[in-house]
């Protein structure tokens, strides 16, 4: 599934080789050539992945890292630094202020778009094109298609998206704002009640076949998809 990936490069010949590769393997790629520019950009949308070059004029890369990490908005992004530096003690730093990978340059495409792979499959799983089975559904990204069983069930696109979500963090409660957040994006400006909606119409679609109580609400605190359906709903 194609995510939205900020690369974050000062130098021109680099950035347009990664960007085109990215690109190529089906992401979408923001650039900035700065740590300023690259902050306007997140305040605007948040990215699924931040690619970001540990040097860079003005304010650094890992600067710009420890701020991701120190605002609760931005503190979940995936980061994965780039750099020249190959020092051990200048990759223990680069994780230690919260980078989840780091790459050496030179390195080779293929190696940089398995490394985005495997950080979005481990941290941002609802953005990858992984199939999910749980609670005795199969939501499967690559087809768009939600099956119980053999019965096949028809979802709107925000319910799927919504689903997904919630099947990629079972068992975890989200409040109505982080629903917004993760399925349509910080940047869209609705109601928080709009959520309610969807979870309704998400029951509705999973009703037929009972699997409606898979999605379950935490009174005062959001919703939660939880395969105990023994469990009552707070």
Known sequence: MPANILLVE??????????ANLTRAGHTVV?????????????????????LDWMLPGISGIEL????????????IPIIMLTARSDEADKVSG?????????????????????????????????TDDAVELGGLRLDPATHRVSAGATPLSLGP???RLLHFLMTHPERV??????????????VFVEERTVDVHIRR?????EPTSHDALIQTVRGAGYRFSSDVTAVSE
Do not use: M, N
């Open 10 to 19: 000062d130098e021109p010949a680099i950035q347009e080789l990664i960007a």
């Open 31 to 51: 650039r900035a050539a700065d740590a300023e520019t690259a902050q306007r950009i997140v305040r605007d949308a948040l990215p699924d992945l931040v690619l």
């Open 65 to 76: 890292a420890k701020r991701l990490r120190a605002e609760e908005r931005t503190r979940a």
């Open 95 to 127: 994780l230690e202020i919260g980078a989840d990978d780091y790459i050496t340059k030179p390195f080779s495409p293929r190696e940089l778009v398995a490394r985005i792979k495997a950080l979005l499959r481990r941290r941002a799983p609802q953005v």
């Open 158 to 160: 925000t319910e799927f």
């Open 174 to 187: 989200h409040s109505r704002a982080q629903l917004l957040d993760q399925v349509w994006g910080d940047h």
């Open 202 to 206: 998400l029951r509705c679609a999973l």
